[in-house]
Each structure stands twice: as C-alpha cells, then as structure tokens.
C-alpha cells in the first residue's frame, strides 16, 4: 500500500543575483520516509531546504503539506506547520543554556502572566534530550561549554521535539530536514542518529537527509533524489541504487579508479621540515615522537579522544605543550599562537573552519589572501589586483561556486566556503600543513580535486600532517601512517603505493 503523500515541491526555482542556484527541482516525500538528497557542493541541496523550512523565498515554484498549499514566512511559521530543520552551519545560540535552546521562540509553553518557570521548561527540556536517549548534558548548561558534535546532537533533539509535540497536538505528521548532520559526529554518534531518525519514520514523519557520504545514504534512506548543478538529474528506490550510479549522476563521469590519486603519489625528500620529540600535554597525550620530511604526508588515526587533534593544536599553536620539544628545519620553537605558527611556517586549516577559519561577511579574494598578505603587498600596502589575480587562479583549480572574487563569502553554500578555506591553505607560503579533515562535508567530485591539489602541493615541496575524514582516507592519502589510543602512539605503518595498510592492520592498534 503506497503511503500519503506528506510533502511535496514542484518546479522550484531561486535566483540570486547572476547566479541561478535552483532551477525547476522536484521533491516528494510520503509519511514515515526517509529521503536522501544528494549532489555536488552548489548543486541545489541546503539551498531547496532553506526554502522549505521559510529561511529563504523561491523565486517560482509551488510546495504543498499534508497535501494544502505550503509558503511560509520564515522558520517559525514551518514549525507551525509541522517543519523542522536541523542547520548545515549550526543554529544554536552559544550564550544561552541548553535548554532555552530546544525551546527558543516557544517559551509562552512554560510562562504565567509573562514570567517563565524555569523549573518546568528545564524539566520539559530534560525529557527532550532523554527521548533522543541523550542523558548526559544538563539541560542548564551553556551552549558555548559544549564542542561542535554535541552542540550538533543538541540541534537534532531540538528538531525531534518539533515532531513530538506537534504529533501530540494535533495528530498531522511532520517534515524534519537534516543539512549533513553527521558531518561532525563521529561512527556511534552516527549510529545514535540514525536509530532516532528511524524512530521519527516509524511514527509516520518523514524526513530529508542530505549527506556528502555516500555510504550512509544507502544505509538510511528509503528513497534518494540526485541533484546536479541545480537541476533534478533523477531519483530511485534505495534498494535498487548503486554508489557508483549515484557517484556518476553528481557529477556527470564515473568514479576513477585512482580515487585518491596514487600516480601522483611521491617519495619524501631526505630533508626533516619538523621534528617532535617527546611531546606531551597533561591528562591528554605523552611520549609523542616523529619526524615529518619534505614532500611527505603523514596520515594520524585514532578514534575521538586518542589525542591526535589535541597534537595537532598544539604543533600549530592553539595549546601549549607541557613536556618536549618541536623543531622545524632543524631548530627548536615555541609557538605562542596560530598567528605565530603563521609566520614561521606551519598552518593548519581547523575542522570547525566555518565558525573559525573564515571571516564569513568579507569576500572570497579576501578570504583566500589571509595567509599570504606579505606576498600580496609591499610598502605597506596590500595589491588588490595580486589579491584578485590569486583568488580567480584558485576559485578555478578548486571549481568553487560563485558569482565572483568579490562576493561574500556567506553567500556561498556551505561547500564552496570550505574550498575557500582551503584554498586560503595552499595559497600560504607555509612548508608544514595540517590538514585537519580537509574534505569533511565537500562532494565527491571535489574531493577528488582536493587530492590532486594536496598531492601536487607535496610535490612541491611541502609537508603535509593529516587527519582523514575517515580511515581509508587517510590511508590511501598518506606516505606513513601513524595510530594513537588513549593519547599514546601505538602504530607506525609505511604507505608506500604498492604495498598501504589494510584498515585491520590499523584498527588493531587503534582500537
């Protein structure tokens, strides 16, 4: 029996200025589906959901809800209807509690004679996170004490409680819209998620699910839409998708058999660009040594708290390190800041970049020029047209989506923001770089790109420290590989082209 139809969108499209993000896409989701939504970085995807949740106005286009005409307002008015959406860029404001925020904009629940009691909003936001099957963050806690992931966990029980209540109050199914929610989660918090989407489908709700990972598309969804360059380039049950079809769909070739660019795939120089010995920062990692030569990338795996991102923050300047040493080109430093890593050469391009590696109202050429400002002025000044002439070289190697050097940044999808960001890092006259997640939330098309970048780069020169998005990432990415657990190093394979560590090799070790 065919299910009701919840939503559905027809001939959607949306302008913006020169650029025609949308044009004419389709959507339809029937109650208790799970949807997937798919496409390159710009091809339509978090743009189409801002408009279904009132963020953003089509240009033409209708949508219907529950099978009546669907416009609304802005994002509240969605809520009333039914709709919940769960931001790519994360909409929790960081100065309130926990608690204010699951319930922000719907507190007249918990209020008499305009006063609120907050006992009984805390206690209601406390069922929320227990229904999600989170009971380990109080409720008064502030936003800006928690990390990224659990901030992102938070957004999700947020949305579901749109959906709870609204199923208790009036009985009609609800829409939740999820803008690559895992994209920050690690596997069990993935696995957490998906058990509470499907929790939301059994219910009768429908929910759309946009994801760069391929792999957790084809696990969760029950049917999955293609978007390319903003047109519908088709749709199909689940069950009967292929990775590669979807891959060839997006971006209109077949998947390359050197996926992570092996042919380019160099042997380090002799020279040593940087040497840790002995490092350590207390209560989180000890005993840390390795070297990093010329022309090398060196992949770090381990699970969430195995110490491998805290090494990074303090090689790049974030921390100071309570015990050893770092010497770059053979000579001990100290670096007081990032800024002063910066200077001596070692840049790491961070992996919550949208929140802290850009300066979203500035322009793209400005974005991309924050790391080589000396290489672009003299006297004093800063060469505009060395700053333009730069952005163009690279908004064209690494195909970001715009309408030009000098739009804003925040005008961008999220996608083509991080290939700004780390166009910003390759533009950098730094020998040592640490990528930390470079290709987290960009397509598969462009993650190809971003390799042959990261590869043409180390033949030039320089050295490369970095943490996958996953681990074959960063197996078939790198010339050495080295495991952490519980802060200490417990592996240090060779990666040569012809002879990678199986991920059994790795896990063994890093588990």
């Known amino acids: 029996m065919t299910k009701p139809v919840l939503f559905g969108a027809s001939g959607i499209q949306k302008h913006y200025a020169a650029t025609h993000a949308l044009k004419g896409v389709e959507l339809e989701v029937r109650e208790g589906e799970i949807v997937g939504l798919v496409g390159e970085n710009g091809a339509g995807k978090s743009t189409l959901l801002k408009i279904i949740i009132g ?72 069922e929320v996170l227990a229904e999600v099957d989170i009971t380990n963050i109080p409720p008064r806690k502030l936003v800006s004490d928690l990390n990224f992931a659990t901030r992102q966990i938070i957004e999700v ?18 829409l939740i819209l999820l803008d690559e929610p895992t994209s920050v989660l690690n596997e069990e918090e993935t696995r957490g998620l998906f058990k509470q989407m499907r929790k939301i489908a059994a219910r009768g709700h429908g929910v759309v699910f946009i994801s760069h990972r391929l792999d957790e598309v084809l696990e969760i969804t029950d049917r999955i839409y293609v978007y390319k360059d903003g047109e519908s380039a088709g749709s199909f049950n689940t069950r009967e998708a292929r990775e590669a079809e979807l891959y060839e769909m997006m971006v209109g070739r077949s998947t390359s058999t050197e996926y992570y660019k092996l042919d380019m795939q160099t042997n380090p120089g002799d020279e040593v660009l940087l040497e840790i010995d002995d490092l350590g920062l207390s209560g989180v990692f000890k005993h840390v040594s390795f070297s990093l030569r010329r022309g090398e990338i060196l992949g770090i795996c381990g699970v969430i708290g195995s110490g491998k991102e805290d ?77 333009r002439h730069q952005a163009e070289d690279w908004i064209k190697r690494m195909r970001i989506k715009t309408s030009g050097p000098g739009e804003r940044l925040i005008q961008l999808s999220g996608g083509n923001q991080q290939k700004v960001i780390f166009s910003r890092a390759l533009a950098s006259e730094c020998d040592v770089l640490i990528l930390n997640h470079p ?4 397509d598969v098309g462009a993650k190809e790109e971003i390799y042959s970048t990261i590869r043409g780069m180390v033949a030039g020169g320089k050295a490369v420290i970095l943490l996958g998005d996953t681990l074959d990432e960063c ?27 199986s991920q059994v090799e790795v896990v063994s070790v890093m588990m």
């Open 55 to 126: 963020a953003e106005t089509p240009t033409s286009g209708s949508m219907t809800m529950h099978g009546a005409p669907y416009s609304p307002r802005d994002p509240m008015d969605a809520n009333a209807h039914g709709v919940g959406m769960v931001f790519q860029e994360q909409s929790l404001i960081v100065s309130l509690t926990v608690g204010q925020n699951i319930f922000f904009g719907h507190e007249r629940e918990f209020s008499n004679f305009g006063v609120i009691n907050w006992r009984k909003l805390y206690k209601a936001a406390h």
């Open 157 to 174: 029980a947020k949305v579901i409680n749109v959906t709870k209540s609204r199923d208790g109050q009036t009985g009609q199914k609800c």
């Open 311 to 387: 090494i990074c923050e303090v090689i790049c300047g974030d921390e100071r390190p309570t015990s050893g040493s770092i010497f770059l080109r053979g000579k001990r430093v100290e670096f007081s800041s990032p800024a002063n890593g910066l200077k001596k050469g070692v840049l790491m391009i961070p992996k919550e970049r949208l929140t802290e590696g850009v300066v979203r109202t500035a322009s793209v050429e400005d974005n991309i020029a924050l790391s080589n400002l000396d290489a672009l002025s003299g006297s004093g000044f800063v060469f505009a047209a060395k700053v």
């Open 439 to 442: 290709t987290r939330g960009v």
């Open 475 to 501: 197996i078939g990415m790198s010339s050495r590989v080295l495991v952490m657990k519980d802060g200490l190093v417990t592996g240090d394979f060779p990666a040569p082209v012809n002879s990678k560590p």
